[in-house]
């Protein structure tokens, strides 16, 4: 058996480690590197970051693993010895990250995921500091046992097969799922945290930058914006900068994006930083996700994403499959539609035809929620700047901010109610339903169908409707709710399949 990379050691350490040893540093560095006075004022600091690296060290000494042809071993543990088996082929995904510093050392980080609710939601059951030879050496011993129960007499279509995403499909891709939320919350985030380690400085430096990129922008558009607060314009600069941040990320993320299938076996690798590399077993694949947005559906473009436990987990992760593809066929361009691309990397996953989906009666069910939240924020809007007479300006700006999204919200919702819908075929059931302003088109294999559940409510059983909530059997079983249904054929359809 063998220890991990010594990279490993910094991960040994609690989390409030950095926070001590880099005041430590910055403090010497203030008495002009003077020891007698250093240790003096920071004995105890000293004593705790050295009880912190020895721990560390004996916790990562007495850790080893071994890849076996038929599983991985992992023991650790110095008073108490804790062993994990865990048999190659109960392995759903095992996830490698390597960035600047550890490809330098030659060390990669490694996730090993099962369908066991073992940890935590986005933890992986069991995280390894290995050598890059080792890597090599744990793909190869997941792609000889998920295709251990091959029939070896023939090659079933698209055994071996790659698809690579192009560069305009990723920008399309990142354009289309980025976030000005998500980026700002990175910010403020990174902003948080570096308070606690270098003082507010950088906080004040990045406002400071806003404000200045506020007045830039008042001056040089002029009389276009005049009729805008300053407070106004600092919130569009702070949600463009956020939207550009997301962006960014998400095209490093999936640079170089490659799906290749080996039999049973699929790899996927992306990433600039970053650079990660996934070993998936498509047997525990438990769901295939197209999803849309409204412009998406309009031009019959889609992205594919899948469910299996430890792909996508982590934070800031998408479980991606193919990043943009075309709905339509298009063979006679050269490029391919999406069922022949998903037909060579997951055969059996093509979405068919909605068979039952909501009536004329049930279309309130939809419409009704944002038609109630753009007419809440008018009274909120109009509420305000009575009571605020002299914030006229900003309350106009933040209202219309707010009803932007909701009247698109409301487009969104009218578009799910034509597309809703389910079907339950011989080996699969195909879902079409929206969850905020996105659009899901899932294929779950019925082997990996956990429960299939109809609810009503009190005026849902008035109108004869239900909702269809699909359970997965995964490590944490996941739901995916059809609103609006008649219950009658839903049954009789649920009768005829199970």
């Keep these: 058996m063998k220890r991990q990379h010594p990279a490993a050691l910094p991960g040994y350490t609690t989390k409030n480690f950095w926070l001590l040893l880099i005041p430590l540093v910055r403090g010497i560095g203030a008495l002009r590197y003077d020891a007698a006075s250093w240790l003096r004022g920071a004995g105890w600091d000293i004593l705790a970051v050295s009880a912190m690296i020895l721990i560390a060290v004996v916790r990562w000494y007495f850790t080893f693993y071994s890849f076996e042809p038929d599983g991985i071993k992992i023991k650790s543990g110095v008073f108490f010895r804790t062993v994990i088996n865990i048999p190659a082929l109960s392995i759903s995904a095992v996830t490698s990250e390597e960035n600047f510093i550890l490809g330098r050392l030659g060390a990669v980080r490694v996730y090993i995921d099962t369908d066991s609710a073992s940890g935590r939601k986005k933890s992986a059951d069991v995280s390894l500091m290995i050598q890059k030879a080792d890597r090599a050496r744990l793909f190869n011993i997941l792609l000889g046992a998920f295709n251990s129960r091959e029939n070896k007499g023939r090659k079933p279509k698209g055994m071996n097969c790659t698809y690579k995403a192009s560069a305009s499909n990723l920008i399309v891709f990142s354009l289309l799922f980025s976030s000005a939320m998500s980026g700002v919350i990175l910010i403020m985030t990174a902003l948080s945290g570096s308070t606690d380690i270098i003082g507010d400085r950088l906080e004040r430096e990045f406002y400071k930058a806003v404000s200045d990129v506020t007045d830039a922008v008042s001056v040089l558009m002029g009389r276009l914006i005049s009729g805008i607060s300053p407070a106004g314009i600092a919130v569009s600069v702070i949600?463009?900068?956020?939207?550009?941040?997301?962006?960014?990320?998400?095209?490093?993320?999936?640079?170089?994006?490659?799906?290749?299938?080996?039999?049973?076996?699929?790899?996927?690798?992306?990433?600039?930083?970053?650079?990660?590399?996934?070993?998936?077993?498509?047997?525990?694949?438990?769901?295939?996700?197209?999803?849309?947005?409204?412009?998406?559906?309009?031009?019959?473009?889609?992205?594919?994403?899948?469910?299996?436990?430890?792909?996508?987990?982590?934070?800031?992760?998408?479980?991606?499959?193919?990043?943009?593809?075309?709905?339509?066929?298009?063979?006679?361009?050269?490029?391919?539609?999406?069922?022949?691309?998903?037909?060579?990397?997951i055969s059996g996953f093509s979405a068919s035809e909605s068979y039952i989906s909501p009536k004329l009666g049930y279309i309130m069910r939809f419409i009704g929620p944002p038609?109630?939240?753009?007419?809440?924020?008018?009274?909120?809007?109009?509420?305000?700047?009575?009571?605020?007479?002299?914030?006229?300006?900003?309350?106009?700006?933040?209202?219309?901010?707010?009803e932007i999204p909701s009247v698109w919200l409301l487009l969104v919702k009218c578009c799910a109610y034509c597309t809703n819908g389910i079907n339950i075929t011989a080996d699969s059931i195909c879902a079409r339903y929206c969850k905020g302003y996105a659009f899901h088109t899932v294929t779950v294999p019925l082997e990996r169908v956990a429960q299939v559940r109809i609810t009503q409510s009190f005026f849902q059983k008035l109108g004869k409707s239900c909702d269809v909530h699909i359970f997965t059997s995964s490590e944490h079983i996941g739901s995916h709710r059809i609103k609006g249904l008649p219950i009658r054929e839903v049954q009789e359809l649920i009768r005829e399949r199970f």
Excluded at 268 to 275: E, H, L
């Design 371 to 402: 038609a109630l939240l753009i007419f809440g924020f008018q009274l909120i809007g109009m509420a305000a700047v009575m009571v605020y007479p002299h914030w006229k300006e900003l309350i106009t700006f933040m209202f219309i901010l707010c």
């Design 239 to 345: 949600i463009g900068i956020g939207f550009i941040v997301s962006f960014a990320l998400n095209i490093i993320r999936h640079l170089n994006f490659t799906v290749t299938r080996r039999g049973k076996c699929i790899l996927v690798t992306g990433g600039s930083i970053t650079k990660r590399m996934y070993c998936l077993n498509s047997t525990r694949i438990n769901i295939v996700d197209m999803r849309q947005n409204l412009l998406m559906k309009l031009f019959g473009v889609t992205s594919v994403h899948v469910g299996c436990t430890g792909y996508g987990k982590r934070k800031n992760e998408l479980p991606v499959f193919v990043p943009i593809c075309s709905i339509r066929s298009t063979e006679s361009g050269g490029a391919k539609g999406l069922g022949a691309v998903m037909d060579r990397l």
